[in-house]
């Protein structure tokens, strides 16, 4: 079957699916469980072992990370550079659409972060702090006199700093997860499509382990936000679901599927870019800032050096699998 107007070398349609049926459910159940795991280890383990879990969201970070370099921005490229889609293959096409979506989605969150400071009717997270030094200065200026008064006004204070900072962290994880969520859609219903078993085997490898840890740093960044356990799970559960429902919406289209046609290249290399350029704002903004503060060289150096070295296995762990998918 060829479309008018396409080059039957370059974008033959090939329609249907011949890869095993009983490999894709499989690889659905796989994902399922591998990513339910560890989403709701940071619940499980909140009051314990939270160096290990601490460690163990730097590595999930630097899994993110390659995730968008190593497997997202290439085969965005690769699609990209396709002679059906009638695209100049020497510009960056797929970086420059990553890179947009980073913009936008730094100017996204920090709008709605702007109409949450707007409610509670100050300016930023800073201000608050520095309101905090001017209290504490004036109070020890002031002594005994006004004790009572100073005190109360600095307790309401450092709650308002609080609920301000709980809101901010939330609102964060919140994001973190609907960049995540949008990725994961797009990455099971392409699993679910595959034709050839041997891709479909390496493919399910990475999903399993880059699903799996995508979920640790979920479930930490709920940590972090103080979720309470419904909630927690609640929002775990959309994102341990969203890559199996996926991978189903694959496994029903692909009978009717052309992989290789104009409509379906564009489909694969947007998405991808949009993809990596979200895996790449979260991985960078809403985990590495949150994970990695700058304290002084000579603060717990063997624990600086274990969170990067965390951070650096990560990523080079999931840029080996990539060697394969």
Known sequence: MVVLGQDPATCAQVVGSTGSFALRVGGLFAILGGSAVLTFLPLIARNRCQLLLHLGSCFATGVVLATAFVHMLPDAAAAMSSPCLGLSSSYPWSSTIAGFVVIIACVIENTLKGFMLKNYGVTSLEELEADDDVNSVDSGELGGAQDGSTDGARDIKLSQREQLRQA??????????GGIVFHSVFVGINYGILENDSTSVALLIALVFHQAFDGLALGSAFVRAGFSRLKYCIF????????????????????SYAPGSKAALGTEAAFNSVSAGLLVYNSLI????????????????????????????GYCCMALVGKWA
């Open 168 to 177: 901010d962290l939330a609102m964060t994880a919140i994001f973190l997860e």
């Open 236 to 255: 775990a559960a959309l994102f341990v679901m969203v890559t199996p429902c996926g991978i189903a919406i694959g496994i029903g289209v692909s009978q």
């Open 286 to 313: 809403n985990l590495m800032v949150a994970q990695f503060k700058p304290v002084s060289i000579s603060h717990r150096p063997r624990l600086q050096a274990a969170q990067y070295g965390s951070l650096a296995a």
